[in-house]
T-cell receptor
Framework: NAGVTQTPKFRILKIGQSMTLQCAQDMNHNYMYWYRQDPGMGLKLIYYSVGAGITDKGEVPNGYNVSRSTTEDFPLRLELAAPSQTSVYFC??????????????FGDGTRLSIL | KNEVEQSPQNLTAQEGEFITINCSYS?????LHWLQQHPGGGIVSLFM???GKKKHGRLIATINIQEKHSSLHITASHPRDSAVYIC????????????FGKGTHLIIQP
């Protein structure tokens, strides 16, 4: 089972460059999330989506954009990379039914460095 | 906004010891998650609790809703249990993701 797949696993960007972090899930989950994890800090929510065509901001959305054109894919876009965006990014998904009682399934993460 | 606090931040123990990791949160929740993150970085869901107690193998998770507190216990700890254990909570309403603690870094020495 593939579950949640993130690509790339590692990336180094220069300041001002742009890139898209890819996330795909094959579990037909409506809910998808992007988190970032900084050293010594808890994961923080960047954006989330409750279904195709519907996205909303989380706690730390500045500098990022998302889209959700299909149930399977939830890409995260960095338009003008800044050193403060150096982090490990995790995508997650969960089922809709009984959302309060559904676990989140995480991808393996993308380690991004902005130099 | 919920504040999630974990203790201890770091824990080193000998193989076989009984381990307890604590989590407290500030406002009411619909569910609490315990997650495990291995050195390779992947995150795995261990438990999801809204009341009472759950057991899976050597792992036990409990929650006290009135006290806003949860504990994760590991019995007969083993070096392969070495990982970061993360507590996260879901607010009532649920769709907008989890709020995470900073994690407890556990090392089990042989």
């Amino acid at each position: 089972n593939a579950g949640v797949t993130q690509t790339p696993k590692f990336r180094i960007l220069k300041i001002g460059q742009s890139m898209t972090l890819q996330c795909a899930q094959d579990m037909n989950h409506n809910y998808m999330y992007w988190y970032r994890q900084d050293p010594g800090m808890g994961l923080k929510l960047i954006y989330y989506s409750v279904g195709a065509g519907i996205t909303d901001k989380g706690e730390v959305p500045n500098g990022y954009n998302v889209s959700r054109s299909t149930t399977e894919d939830f890409p995260l876009r960095l338009e003008l990379a800044a050193p403060s965006q150096t982090s490990v990014y995790f995508c997650a998904s969960s089922r809709t039914q009984g959302i309060n009682n559904q676990p989140q399934h995480f991808g393996d993460g993308t380690r991004l460095s902005i130099l | 906004k919920n504040e999630v606090e974990q203790s201890p931040q770091n824990l080193t123990a000998q193989e076989g010891e009984f381990i307890t990791i604590n989590c407290s949160y500030s406002v009411g929740i619909s569910a609490l998650h315990w997650l495990q993150q291995h050195p390779g970085g992947g995150i795995v869901s261990l438990f999801m609790l809204s009341s009472g107690k759950k057991k899976h193998g050597r792992l036990i998770a409990t929650i006290n809703i009135q006290e806003k507190h949860s504990s994760l216990h590991i019995t007969a700890s083993h070096p392969r249990d070495s990982a970061v254990y993360i507590c996260a909570v879901r607010s009532p309403g649920g769709a907008d993701g989890l709020t995470f603690g900073k994690g407890t870094h556990l090392i089990i020495q042989p």
